[in-house]
């Protein structure tokens, strides 16, 4: 039981690139989201899902797009990234009975140069 | 989107020291409060849940009260250890999604 997973651990991309990040869980949970962190700032909610084939935005979901084909994976995607998108990512996930508990990922750690 | 503020930044204090932090937020369309250890190099652990006004929760030297009508919560460490050290975020939640605070960064220096 892996729990929740991310690929990759780090990244350092050029503004303009683009790039998908990808979040794995294997509890069958129904919630997935996707968070940033930036230092002084707690985690802000870029998009989220309630359930395969279903997104919906966050608090900050300009330059990002998600995808939900399959119920274990979300997927996050920068089109053309921008120096003001290098932050830690983390994915979590939940059951959809509330109360929800969230169990995150380790994180992904992106720079844009 | 919630205001959630969580208090103090950061608090250093020595073993053995009891502590406590608090989180406000609006009171309105809340679901739950959700709190979190973050350690350093790891990912956010959840701690406790509470939905009720009055809810009190315990794990060990670690407690919490929630109360929903003013819109706060406050975390207490009876005799904090080196290893308590971390940030302690609080989320309330709504039906779909959590809205969490920056955070509490507990030092307990040995």
């Not at chain 1, 294997?26 to 230092?39: A, S, T």
């Not at chain 1, 084939?53 to 995607?77: C, H, I, M, W």
């Not at chain 1, 998108?85 to 508990?101: D, E, L």
């Not at chain 2, 020291?17 to 190099?41: I, M, Q």
Request: glycine share 8%; net charge positive.
């Amino acid at each position: 039981n892996a729990g929740v997973t991310q690929t990759p651990k780090f990244r350092v991309l050029k503004t303009g690139q683009s790039m998908t990040l990808l979040c794995a869980q294997d509890m069958n949970h129904e919630y997935m989201y996707w968070y940033r962190q930036d230092p002084g700032m707690g985690l802000r909610l870029i998009h989220y899902s309630v359930g395969e084939g279903t997104t919906a935005k966050g608090e900050v979901p300009d330059g990002y797009n998600v995808s939900r084909l399959k119920k274990q994976n979300f997927l996050l995607g920068l089109e053309s990234a921008a120096p003001s998108q290098t932050s830690v990512y983390f994915c979590a996930s939940s059951y959809s009975g509330q109360p929800r508990k969230q169990f995150f990922g380790p994180g992904t750690r992106l720079t844009v140069l | 989107i919630l205001n959630v503020e969580q208090s103090p930044q950061s608090l250093h204090v020595q073993e053995g020291d009891s502590t406590n932090f608090t989180c406000s937020f609006p009171s309105s369309n809340f679901y739950a409060l959700h709190w979190y250890r973050w350690e350093t190099a790891k990912s956010p652990e959840a701690l406790f849940v509470m939905t009720l006004n009055g809810d009190e929760k315990k794990k060990g030297r670690i407690s919490a009260t929630l109360n929903t009508k003013e819109g706060y919560s406050y975390l207490y460490i009876k005799g904090s250890q080196p290893e308590d050290s971390a940030t302690y975020l609080c989320a309330p939640a709504d039906f779909n999604k959590f809205y969490f605070g920056s955070g509490t960064k507990l030092n307990v220096k040995p």
